[in-house]
């Protein structure tokens, strides 16, 4: 069973520019969730997929958007790129939407915005 | 939500049984309780859930008691392997629509000394 995998592992990207990482879920799981991780603070949630819709949101702007496949991978896009972008991105996957199911995260994204 | 208070950090010894309590005064009814360990450079990973009195996994048990404001995760005998972040996490469970949110707070470092 092939668990949560992030592309890229790292990326340096210039202000102002824009990005797209992306993410393979757990065979089986119909639910991503993106969450931005900076230096010593806990994950932060920015939105959930459930069958390729978006399923909740946290307190991120609109230039946070996503995506989700019908193979349930999914894509984080972030526009107009600042300087506090500069974190880990994480994904999880699950079997269900809710927070009552387990979520497997994969090994994140690190981004770096000079 | 409701939220979450941890110690910062704590420190043990291999062979020592920690426990880690949590408070979450504005728990609401249907609100689950999840635990979950991160390393360094890695995405969390789930540790335990509960809902109320005693969970026991392979890894862990979390103890909550009656009035559910404080949950309490154990640890048996920790090795030096266990020095990692732990994270306590009050979540409402998903009744459909975007109103999925799953927030993470800065987590207890548990720091396992020989």
């Known amino acids: 069973e092939t668990g949560v995998t992030q592309s890229p592992t790292h990326l340096i990207k210039t202000r102002g520019q824009q990005v797209t990482l992306r993410c393979s879920s757990q065979?089986?799981?119909?639910?991503v969730s993106w969450y931005q991780q900076a230096l010593g603070q806990g994950p932060q949630f920015i939105f959930q997929?459930?069958?390729?819709?978006?399923?909740g949101r946290g307190n991120f702007p609109p230039r946070f958007s996503g995506l989700q496949f019908p193979n349930y991978s999914s894509e984080l896009n972030v526009n107009a790129l600042e300087l506090d972008d500069s974190a880990l991105y994480l994904c999880?996957?699950?079997?269900?939407?809710?927070?009552?199911?387990?979520?497997?995260f994969g090994p994140g994204t690190r981004l770096t915005v000079t | 939500l409701a939220k979450t208070t941890q110690p910062i950090s704590m420190d043990s010894y291999e062979g020592q049984e920690v426990n880690i309590t949590c408070s979450h005064n504005n728990i609401a009814t249907n609100d689950y309780i999840t635990w979950y360990q991160q390393f360094p450079s890695q995405g969390p990973r789930f540790i335990i859930q509960g809902y109320k009195t005693k969970v026991t996994n392979e890894v862990a048990s979390l103890f909550i008691p009656a009035d559910r404001k404080s949950s309490t995760l154990s640890l048996p005998r920790v090795s030096l392997s266990d020095t990692a972040v732990y994270y306590c996490?009050?979540?409402?469970?998903?009744?459909?629509?975007?109103?999925?949110?799953?927030?993470f707070g800065k987590g207890t470092l548990l720091t396992v000394n020989p």
């Open positions: 996490l009050v979540s409402s469970p998903s009744s459909g629509g975007s109103n999925y949110k799953l927030t």
């Open positions: 999880a996957s699950s079997l269900g939407s809710g927070v009552s199911y387990e979520q497997y």
């Open positions: 997929y459930y069958r390729e819709e978006e399923n």
């Open positions: 065979s089986g799981h119909n639910t």
